[in-house]
């Protein structure tokens, strides 16, 4: 007996252990080598796109655009507008949307022609005192665009000063049908005068103010070179705003449209009654 508990003890010793299968280690994976990507061909120098940048020219910084068929008010911000001031700059807080001129001290002629001269697709205005030659050139310029709309509105009282009749009366000799599709004379609804003093022009830029178009109004001697320290140079106490908030825009487009087509009422209703009273006298 005891023999065989030895050999039995010895057996024991002998088996090896069955490996519990909570306990089996998980045979590790075999690592996969990540694709390899094909190389890429260097893009040719000829095909590399140009920065956008580089593809738009320069905005043009002439004065009187009117005969430059590409240059437009498409890109216009006010800061195109600081080399006419005194300080040839803003101050870092100006606004973005509106900028007050003031004539004797900033080049507000010169202003002026730099937005009316950029029309390409609209111009509306109202104008109490029409007195300036090298704008109504412009305008002139922008009526035979038939591209262009444009309606001009001007004060009753004022169209029969010496200087505003004679400008008025040339204009007409050149294209009477064409100056009265774009030109109404008359007054506010209430027959008062018509003392607007602005412009809405493609939508973009508006101008308003106390400035009536003529040398002293704009502060310069019309035509030749702003210089406040000119003999003779005049300027009354005026302002000349340039805006370009689109709330401010659409709202004046529509009050200078109003306007314009009172105007034309009036002139219509008196040609009727002119009509009439001719025929009466047959």
């Keep these: 007996m005891a023999k065989k508990a030895a050999v039995k003890k010895a057996s024991k010793k002998a088996a090896p252990k069955k490996a519990s299968p909570r306990k089996t280690p998980a045979a590790a994976a075999t690592p996969v080598s990540p694709p390899v990507a094909a190389p890429v061909a260097a893009a040719p120098m000829a095909v590399v796109a140009t920065p956008e940048a580089e593809l738009t020219p320069p905005k043009s910084t002439v004065t009187n655009a009117i005969d430059l068929p590409s240059v437009s008010l498409q890109r216009f911000d006010l800061t195109d507008l600081q080399p006419y001031t005194q300080e040839k700059v803003y101050a870092t807080t100006a606004s973005k949307d509106f900028h007050l001129f003031y004539v004797g001290r900033d080049d507000v002629h010169s202003i002026l022609k730099h937005v009316l001269s950029r029309v390409s697709v609209s111009l509306y205005l109202n104008m109490f005192g029409f007195d300036d030659d090298e704008l109504n050139e412009i305008l002139k310029k922008i009526a035979m665009d038939k591209t262009i709309t444009m309606l001009v509105t001007l004060d009753k009282s004022q169209a029969s000063g010496t200087h505003e009749k004679a400008l008025l009366d040339a204009d007409r000799k050149l294209d009477l049908a064409l100056f009265n599709t774009h030109v109404a004379i008359g007054q506010s609804l209430t027959h008062q005068i018509s003392h607007t003093k602005g412009f809405v022009a493609d939508g973009k830029v508006a101008g308003e103010g106390s400035t009536n178009w003529s040398a002293s109004g704009e502060g310069a001697a019309v035509g030749s070179a702003f210089n406040v320290k000119a003999k003779g140079y ?49």
């Design 234 to 282: 005049k300027a009354q106490n005026n302002t000349q705003s340039i805006i370009t908030d689109q709330d401010t825009i659409s709202r004046f487009t529509a009050e200078l449209i109003a306007e314009h087509m009172i105007a034309q009422a009036q002139n219509a209703t008196a040609q009727t009654a002119k009509a009439v009273k001719a025929a009466a006298k047959k």
